[in-house]
């Protein structure tokens, strides 16, 4: 399963922008599918996840209320929204598929990885 992330670049303090991920196949259908961050000198962290279904989501804290996360699995895709964007979510950020139908917010639960796509957020 290839994964292609789109959407990033440049915002203002306040802004928004939409992640979106496409798998290469259907299979990501059927597992639960995240999103990561990492910040320049800093490791990976989890930002959000989604079970297969599209029906259970959870978030990181600090993105709790200002990002949302869903998936179309017609169109083997996820997305995240972000809105009220801060300069400390300035990252490059990544997809992955979760290795179940479940979701984690443990990087090495997940079987899949996209090249990364970055956002950066001005103050």
């Known amino acids: 399963v290839q994964l292609q992330a789109s959407g990033g670049g440049l915002a203002q303090t306040g802004g928004s922008l939409r992640l979106s991920c496409t798998a290469s196949k259907r299979t990501s259908s059927n597992n639960g599918m995240g999103w990561f961050r990492q910040a320049p000198g800093k490791e990976r962290e989890f930002v959000a996840a989604?079970?297969?279904?599209?029906?259970?989501?959870r978030y990181t804290d600090s993105v709790k209320g200002r990002f949302t996360i869903s998936r179309d699995n017609a169109k083997n895709t996820v997305y995240l929204q972000m809105n009220s964007l801060k300069p400390d979510d300035t990252a490059v950020y990544y997809c992955a598929v979760h290795r179940s139908s479940n979701f984690s917010t443990e990087a090495h639960e997940y079987r899949y990885w996209g090249q990364g796509t970055q956002v950066t957020v001005s103050s």
């Open positions: 989604i079970s297969w279904r599209g029906d259970v989501t």
